[in-house]
């Protein structure tokens, strides 16, 4: 597959706190997740991928444009879709006003083909029905619609996703899942999350950051398949299992280093995860 | 691009803050036509510095962009639209200058040259302040600290400057014109530092810089 965004020893740090710690990546089109606990550092790599903030070392482009140059910059920024992960708006303004104030930063000058094109996103973005009604009285739902609408327009060719689907409702999820699904057909999606299930259906490939660095790097179902053999039942709490929880059904899922004839389960892609992140810190799976 | 922004940039300014504080400053400055109140130069120069004063803290706030989060990323650059926001507020805030002047009486107004070189000085620190803010931080809304930093500049200052540099005199005072000499230097740094702070933000104060994007 082509490279569209490629990374080496990204660095940041903040304070005393080293954020990102030698990161180095290389992504293609579709969705790739990017899972990890709170200050694993996911916020960080996407605000620098999204030359939000920069590193202190390290290089990266982006559909082969290079932000250590103004030139380089500006140009990425042509091709980039950023959804922070807070998004704020002016609450006074409608979706369609938001998202064609940020059509014109995105430079879409022509007022009738950037209207055509909010118009295309906010569609997209299943907010048709509200572009005309103030974003301050929207839902959360909807106005995080309003920022991937915004993020979305101009086609950007590198999407830049920080935990998109946190606080919304299972229906509003599946209607993001399948926004960011059509996105992912024909552009690099970067996507942060902490819901392992957005990346067991969504994404072609999983990255998982802990302590600033790149802990996992490859497909679903290869992270899956690090649980294997050391998932399994039993009637009550392992003491040996690494996480363990009573399952809806009364026995008790365990997950880490199974008793000898333990009753093996089919693992997940979260068991495949949490036994990441418990695991070595210097090994890197690619 | 420039003239498409104008019509959204305008409506994201602050208008409300904005608004507040050039009432405040043009109440400061009609409290010397208030019946009962016997105007004097004195009390005219201290009322249109309070209303200067006021309109800076109000400009402050000037950059401040609750959808800064999402529109850092975009290819128009920061320098620009700073640049913008402050064209657009620039003729109303002389217009509120203007009104406030007038609102003092004229046998008592203090030289209109000096007393407005000394309330632009006081706009450029407040933008200069915020536009700092902007670059060391990710606050989407800098205006609060950029104010408190003007505030407290504004009250320390006749407190602490040494006769020889002292900023806030009177027209019969002999250091009038070195004062307003020191008034047009500080206008100039504010501007300068302003204009040095429009760079793309580093995040979080005290960045090394040495591998900053040029």
């Known amino acids: 597959m082509t490279v569209t965004v490629s990374a080496s020893g990204l660095s940041l740090r903040y304070g005393g706190t080293r954020a990102l710690d030698e990161v180095s990546l290389r992504l293609s089109r579709g969705v790739t997740g990017l899972l990890g606990p709170n200050g694993a550092g996911k916020t960080t790599l996407l605000r620098v991928l999204a030359t939000a903030v920069p590193a202190d070392r390290g290089a990266f482009t982006v559909l082969g444009h290079d932000p250590a140059t103004a030139r380089g910059r500006q140009e990425l920024r042509r091709e980039l879709g950023y959804l922070p992960q807070t998004p704020g708006f002016h609450p006074d303004f409608t979706p369609f006003a938001f998202v064609d104030y940020v059509a014109i930063l995105k430079e879409l000058t022509d007022r009738a083909a950037r209207h055509r094109e909010v118009r295309r996103v906010l569609d997209e973005a299943d ?54 699904a059509r996105a992912g057909e024909d552009r690099t999606v970067l996507l942060s999350t902490h ?16 302590g600033g660095r790149i802990r996992f790097d490859g497909t679903p179902a290869e992270l899956t398949a690090r649980a294997a053999g050391r998932v399994w039942s039993s009637t009550g709490r ?35 995860y949490l036994l990441t992140l418990d695991g070595d810190p210097a090994e890197v799976t690619a | 691009m420039i003239p498409a922004l104008a019509v959204p940039v305008w409506r994201t300014l602050p208008w409300r803050t904005l608004g507040a504080a050039g009432a405040a400053g043009l109440l400061t400055a009609g409290l010397s036509r208030l019946p009962g109140t016997e105007p004097d130069s004195r009390l005219a120069l201290g009322l249109l510095r309070g209303a200067a004063l006021a309109g ?101 200052a006749p407190l602490l400057l040494p006769s020889r540099w002292a900023l806030f005199t009177g027209p019969e005072d002999p250091r009038w014109a070195a004062a307003h000499d020191r008034w047009a230097w500080l206008l100039a740094g504010a501007v300068t530092v302003g204009v040095a702070s429009l760079g793309e933000p580093l995040g979080h104060p005290f960045r090394r810089t040495a591998d900053q994007p040029t």
Do not use: Y
């Open chain 1, 127 to 180: 907010l048709a029905e509200v572009r005309g009604t103030r974003i301050k009285k929207l839902s959360g739902g909807m106005r995080q619609r309003v920022a991937l609408a915004a993020a979305l327009v101009g086609d950007p060719g590198f999407l830049v996703l920080d935990e998109p689907t946190v606080g919304l409702d299972p229906e509003q999820r599946m209607r993001f899942r399948e926004v960011i």
């Open chain 1, 238 to 272: 392992d003491p040996g299992a690494k996480a363990g929880w009573r399952t809806g059904a009364g026995g008790f899922r365990n997950v880490g280093d199974p008793p000898e004839g333990a009753d093996l389960l089919e693992p997940t892609l979260e068991d495949g």
């Open chain 1, 195 to 210: 819901q392992t299930e957005d990346v067991a259906m969504l994404c072609h490939r999983v990255l998982v950051m802990a």
């Open chain 2, 56 to 156: 800076a803290l109000g400009l402050a706030f000037l950059l401040d962009d609750p959808a800064r989060d999402g529109t850092t990323t975009v290819p128009t650059g920061r320098a620009a639209r700073t640049a913008l926001r402050v064209a657009l507020v620039a003729p109303v805030a002389a217009l509120w200058w203007a009104a406030a002047l007038l609102l003092v009486p004229g046998a008592h107004r203090p030289p209109a040259g000096a007393v407005t070189l000394e309330a632009g000085t006081a706009c450029a620190l407040a933008l200069a302040a915020a536009t700092v803010a902007v670059r060391h931080s990710d606050d989407p809304r800098p205006g609060r600290p950029a104010a408190t930093a003007v505030l407290v500049t504004a009250l320390l």
